[in-house]
């Protein structure tokens, strides 16, 4: 029993060490400018998806729904893109939650994100009971995407609506002020 | 005098743009009475609910050509009109996106779309984009179902609970909700929701 808990214990730590050196890594191409084709995406059901929508560390989220078949959605990407690359020093983080199809994971989400280079993290969200899950992210969510979140510990707004760079810089930094000074 | 008009002048904008902003998010909620419509089928002709002299109520179903959950149940719509409309409750589809935005969802796009999937029940034009707003919908698809004897919203939101993944669902909404109504039962469960497209208008 002990030795169970002892070899759980030691997987968990190896994971999360593996963790950060991935982040440190992608936090360094995004400031290089360099990229590395991925070849899988990781997929998060609503509980794992969960609790990176309520970080309460000092970090700013911007949380974007989205798909790949999304027209308005592929419209507004390189401006969150470009949030990442402009506030990656700024304790900033965009989190790119794609809604595509099971079926469309291999042929056309994972192909896209390589093509356009993303330096965004990208998760792919996978769980049925939308009614459910909707509702809790936000209780006034229709459904439609894009839909945003931009949060941090002291203050959370929903946006169900596209951006255009100007208006979603303008919102973020409604987030940054308190912490500036 | 001049105070007056000046005043009365801030009073109009600003009740009209109050009720703009509330209007954004307005619509249609279940127990409300709806307005009939006429919209243009893919037949060319014009159909209201009141045409529907053995309807006991509709399905009605805001969906479109072009969005890959409104495809992703297609067969899920049409299924719901074979199975309910010969009990009183026909599916009535409805085309909210304009095609200037959109190019892909004209009315002769909705022609073939229609013949290549067999559509058995009126999928219609909402030409200028004047009933969607009414109803409140956001997002393809966006169900509304609405009693014909009182014409009140009985349900709105999703078909079922896995858009995506047909093979993965386990309650199915608007069957329940019709099922509940034919047997004059309460409605469990009368507002869902579910991942759409978002509506597509020109500005």
């Known amino acids: 029993m002990l030795k169970k808990v002892f070899f759980i214990f030691l997987l968990v730590a190896i994971f999360s060490t593996c963790k950060k050196e991935v982040i440190k890594e992608s936090k360094k191409e995004i400031l290089t400018g360099s990229f590395t084709e991925i070849t899988s995406v990781k997929t998060v059901n609503y509980n794992q998806l969960k609790p990176l929508l309520e970080k309460k560390d000092d ?22 893109e470009r949030i990442t690359k402009e506030y990656a020093d700024k304790n900033v983080e965009v989190l790119l939650v794609s809604l595509d199809f099971p079926k469309q994971v ?7 994100i390589n093509k356009r280079k993303l330096k965004s993290e990208v ?55 308190p912490f500036k000074s | ?40 089928n893919i037949d060319d002709k014009m159909v209201s609910l009141s045409d529907f002299n053995d309807a006991k109520g509709f399905i009605i179903v805001f969906t479109c050509n072009t969005c890959p959950y409104s495809v992703a149940n297609e067969d899920r719509i049409n299924v ?24 892909e969802d004209s009315f002769g796009d909705m022609k073939v779309r229609a013949s ?23 997002k393809t698809p966006h169900v509304y179902i609405v009693s014909k004897k009182t014409m009140e919203v009985e349900y709105i939101g999703a078909i079922d ?18 099922d509940a109504l034919l047997a004059g039962n309460k409605i469990e469960k009368t507002e869902t929701r579910a991942i759409g497209c978002s509506i597509k208008v020109a500005r």
């Open chain 2, 1 to 40: 005098m001049k105070k007056i008009k000046i005043i009365l002048v801030m009073a109009i904008v600003s009740i009209a743009t109050l009720s703009f902003t509330t209007s954004t998010k307005k619509g249609y909620k279940v127990g409300d009475k709806i307005e009939d419509f006429s919209l243009k």
């Open chain 2, 80 to 103: 719901l009109d074979a199975k309910y409309k010969a009990q009183g409750f026909p599916v009535i589809a409805i085309n909210p996106n304009d095609p200037a935005a959109v190019p």
């Open chain 2, 116 to 138: 290549e999937k067999e559509f058995t029940f009126p999928y219609l034009f909402d030409d200028g984009q004047k009933v969607y707003p009414k109803f409140g919908a956001t």
């Open chain 2, 161 to 178: 609970n896995s858009s995506r993944n047909p093979d993965k669902v386990t309650e199915k909404y608007v069957e329940n909700a019709v």
């Open chain 1, 106 to 112: 291999d042929k056309k989400l994972i192909p896209f």
């Open chain 1, 123 to 177: 998760i792919y969200f996978n769980d049925i009971n939308e009614d459910v899950w909707i509702k809790d992210i936000e209780e006034s969510w229709s459904g439609a995407i894009p839909a945003t979140i931009i949060y941090n510990k002291s203050k959370r707004k929903f946006y169900e609506q596209s951006f255009d760079y100007q208006t979603l810089e303008n919102e973020l930094k409604t987030f940054l002020k």
């Open chain 1, 59 to 80: 970090k700013t989220y911007i949380i974007n729904f989205w798909a790949t078949w999304c027209a308005p959605c592929v419209k507004e990407l390189p401006y969150f």
